[in-house]
């Protein structure tokens, strides 16, 4: 008998590179889907017809109920959030009760249904929580153990997130896992957050399309690996005997400055100020200003480690982009 895997967020990056990684692996694959008209809805349908989508979303409790009922899973990870950290500035009640009031939705939703001792739970925790003050591990990281203090709407709601996962993990005796994922991207990545909006723009510009990229603060650093390394992670997260949290990340960090030179480079451009203009429109409330994790539990207890380095996280992203922005020259 094949496992069966609820995933919601199938639609973001993670959606897809975990049920991707299920599929391959023999899971049944349900998928929820939320919205009247989701455009996204097609995408998935035609680019991954294995898996069936469920209608609903985090915000609704009886859709949740629904979907648990349909799916019968033996597997939810919790994927779905309002995942922006700018646009959570601007929505901090909407994220509150997607990205915090959710992850309490979707955990009832199990519960009620009988499923609490039968169905493993992932949630997308982040390294957001952390918030880059109290960087109190200098030069070694961010580890499960570290000091939270969340800079943002986004992170606030992904605190009550971890802490109501840990919650029915401690009352209900959930096997219910916390991945305290730092910054990771890929093919897939929205196009909104900066180390895909560099890639496109650059491939753009390398094709003549567009002349000059806009951003924000170009100081921040991040600690960034590639999605489809992570998404394995959490899959090992449920594959243990007992629950618990996981920080994965690369254990380097890297200034948006580093990802323009290595991104620039790639089009065979050497200094990329010229074609850069930063827009305060971009700029954030509070910053956070460093991230860097330490995944040595990851790798020890679940015998994960991180394949894609930085430099060849860049040029995945721009050679993808270059692909997919060359067909639009009109000739
Ligand atoms: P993403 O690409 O932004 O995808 C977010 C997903 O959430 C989309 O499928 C979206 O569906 C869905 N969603 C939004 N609001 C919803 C609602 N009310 N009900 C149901 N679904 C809803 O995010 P990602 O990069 O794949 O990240 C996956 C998860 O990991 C997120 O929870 C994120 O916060 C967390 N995380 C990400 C990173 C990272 O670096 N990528 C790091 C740490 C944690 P629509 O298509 O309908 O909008
Ligand atoms: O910003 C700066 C910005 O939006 C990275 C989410 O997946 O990872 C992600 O959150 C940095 C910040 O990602 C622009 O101020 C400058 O310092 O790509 P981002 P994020 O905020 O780190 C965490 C781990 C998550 O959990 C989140 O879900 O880049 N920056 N200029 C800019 N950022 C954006 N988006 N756009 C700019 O123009």
């Known amino acids: 008998m094949s496992k069966v895997a609820l995933i919601t967020g199938i639609t973001g ?33 035609q680019e991954q017809p294995y898996i069936d989508l469920i209608e609903g979303d985090l915000t609704d409790p009886a859709s949740l109920v629904q979907a648990i009922e349909t799916a019968q899973p033996d597997e939810v990870y919790n994927l779905a959030a309002v995942s922006h950290v700018g646009y959570s500035f601007r929505n901090p009640i909407l994220t509150a009760e997607v990205t915090g009031k959710g992850v309490l939705n979707l955990l009832e939703a199990i519960r009620v249904t009988g499923g609490e001792k039968k169905v493993r739970f992932y949630q997308a925790s982040t390294s957001e929580m952390f918030g880059g003050l109290d960087y109190n591990r200098p030069g070694k990281g961010y580890d499960e153990n570290a000091l939270f203090h969340p800079r943002s709407p986004y ?27 730092f910054n990771h991207e890929g093919e897939r990545r929205g196009i909104e957050f900066v180390t895909r909006k560099i890639s496109n723009a650059v491939a753009k510009i390398h094709l003549g399309l567009q002349d000059h990229i806009e951003l924000g603060n170009l100081d921040p650093k991040r600690d960034w690996g590639y999605a489809g390394d992570y998404v394995e992670g959490m899959w090992l ?39 850069v203009r930063q827009n305060p429109k971009f700029m954030r409330p509070a910053e956070v200003d460093i991230l860097l994790g330490n995944p040595e539990k990851a790798e020890r207890v679940l015998g994960w480690k991180r394949k894609v380095d930085f430099e060849n996280l860049v040029k995945l992203m721009v050679k993808h982009d270059l692909e997919l922005e060359a067909p639009r020259i009109i000739t």
């Open 155 to 181: 992170g606030a709601a992904k605190l009550y997130g971890h802490w109501i996962t840990k919650n029915y993990r401690e009352s209900y005796g959930m096997h219910a896992s916390c991945g305290i994922l």
């Open 237 to 275: 997260m449920l594959q243990q005997e007992e629950p618990g949290d996981y920080v994965l990340a690369t254990g380097e960090t890297h200034s948006i400055k580093d990802f323009l030179e290595l991104a620039f480079k790639e089009i065979g451009v050497d200094d990329w100020k010229p074609y």
């Open 13 to 45: 990056q993670d959606g897809y590179h975990l049920s991707e990684l299920l599929n391959n692996k023999g899971y049944k694959v349900y998928g929820l889907i939320r919205g009247q008209q989701n455009p996204k809805k097609i995408i998935v349908e």
